[in-house]
């Protein structure tokens, strides 16, 4: 009855009707009708509907409208994302699902609100959320609302493979892997192309050469990296590998790796000075014959063919290495900007055997193709040598494996930075892409070649590993 007074009060009020004295006996009879009781109950019913109404109408418009922000993807990279109801204040939902993931490569776990897998397609997803909220029936359709998901395509993607020109003047194959021995152990070598080649059709610049020299018990094995502003590296790289391997199997003089033998025999049994200065007199003398002759050889080539020797220029690092029976000889020449490293049997130590023409030599990369490189003070510091009773891995890289892999100089000769290195190789990796070194694993040559399709930012340099294990 009270409630029915004062909201027909407050209703003769906006009219702007008073009730005087003399009417209160008459406005009594009136509110005690059981006909404006009824209207009265009838018309409070209905308003509050009305605003219960619009609080869902209007809660609903939030969300509709409430931003929520989703990371963004990439093409083939796990993507996972957590929708936090509670953070965006959907705790007054009572069911709720997410459509439009067909053919995205995503997908969503109802129970942890949990958005994930490996999206395929790239864009923006528009991702479907229905829902229902507290005080709407059962039979009340879904609400919709779309959240956005920025997928980037995979950079990958975004770069032709262009095949070079098969019928220009040493064209050479795009992409080579090989597996064999060297010595009694393994050897496996892949040559990539890099992406700033393949995406304009140019050449690998890269290349390698090895061969176990049966007539006095040496192996070989050569590394180079043509110079991207030379017009015909891709030659000048293969020339100074394939020379450097033909030096020693031509060159090689039995009496004088008699000496050696026998040096190195007494320097194993008692290491001192005048042992060490006859192995270094041999590898300096030997090797910088080597690397003279490549260096010749290039010259020659280019003058034979009319053309400047700097379309030549390419980096050489060469390694010469024999098995005793109290060890291994490990004898090593470099010129550029590609390292040797060699990891002890257990890999608690490396031994950079080369220093590279970074930082050291402070004038950037040289080439075996200048002359210059045999007058120069620093010649001795090209030359490497060891002798060890067993390693686990001696590896000659281009800069398209060290720049991504070891990003300085300096960590090169850090043993950690090797393992984490091989770890990266052995499946530690974004690709999960696996070399697996066991001597009977007749796909290794394959294994490494697709390990070297890493994806690293700015890093689109041929690349060339080999790895003796």
């Given amino acids: 009855m009270e409630e029915t007074k004062r909201y027909l009060q407050s209703l003769l009020f906006q009219n702007k009707i008073d009730i005087p004295e003399s009417k209160q006996t008459l406005f009594e009879d009136f509110i005690n009708n059981e006909n404006n009781i009824t209207a009265v109950k009838i018309i409070k019913e209905k308003q509050r509907m009305i605003m219960q109404n619009w609080n869902l109408k209007n809660r609903i418009d939030d969300i509709t409208h409430q931003s929520v922000f989703l990371p963004n993807g990439t093409v083939n990279k796990i993507y996972e994302a957590k929708i936090d109801f509670a953070q965006l204040g959907w705790i007054d939902f009572t069911s709720f699902e997410i459509q439009n993931l067909e053919e995205t490569g995503l997908t969503f776990d109802h129970d942890s609100k949990l958005l994930f897998g490996i999206p395929i397609i790239s864009g923006d997803l528009k991702i479907k959320l229905l829902f229902k909220i507290e005080g709407e029936s059962e039979e009340t359709p879904f609400h919709e609302k779309i959240m956005t998901v920025i997928v980037n395509p995979d950079p990958k993607s975004l770069w032709k ?104 025999l007494e320097h194993y049994k008692k290491t001192d000075l005048e042992t060490s200065k006859k192995i270094s007199h041999f590898v300096y003398n030997t090797l910088l014959k080597a690397a003279h002759f490549v260096n010749q050889k290039i010259e020659e080539f280019a003058g034979n063919i009319d053309e400047e020797l700097k379309k030549f220029h390419a980096t050489l690092i060469f390694a010469l290495v024999k098995k005793y029976d109290f060890g291994y000889a490990i004898l090593t020449f470099g010129v550029g900007d590609c390292p040797i490293g060699l990891l002890n049997k257990d890999l608690t130590e490396v031994t950079l055997m080369n220093f590279i023409d970074v930082g050291e030599f402070g004038g950037g990369t040289r080439f075996i193709t200048m002359p210059e490189i045999f007058q120069s003070e620093k010649l001795s510091s090209r030359f490497g040598f060891k002798l060890v009773d067993d390693f686990s891995y001696l590896m000659l890289m281009t800069d398209g494996i060290y720049d991504p892999k070891f990003v300085v100089e300096a960590n090169l000769e850090k043993i950690e930075k090797w393992n984490e290195f091989l770890s990266d190789l052995k499946g530690n990796n974004q690709d999960n892409s696996k070399v697996d070194f066991d001597d009977e694993n007749g796909d290794v040559a394959a294994q490494l070649s697709n390990w070297m399709d890493f994806w690293s930012p700015g890093n689109h340099d041929d690349r060339t590993l080999a790895i003796i294990y």
């Avoid at 064209?171 to 090989?178: F, G, Y």
């Avoid at 021995?181 to 040559?191: E, N, P, R």
């Avoid at 020379?243 to 790796?257: A, H, I």
């Fill in 161 to 264: 493979n262009i095949e070079s020109d098969r019928n220009a003047p040493f064209a050479k194959d795009d992409h080579v892997a090989i597996s064999s021995t060297f010595l009694d152990k393994k050897i496996v070598v892949a040559s990539k192309r890099g992406r700033s080649h393949a995406n304009v059709g140019s050449f690998r610049e890269d290349d390698f050469a090895f061969k176990n020299l049966d007539s006095n018990g040496w192996s070989v094995l050569g590394v180079s990296d043509g110079a991207g502003s030379a017009a015909l590296s891709r030659k000048g790289s293969k020339l100074a590998c394939d020379t450097v391997v033909d030096y020693f199997e031509q060159n090689l003089d039995k009496e004088n790796l008699k000496d050696f033998d026998e040096i190195l």
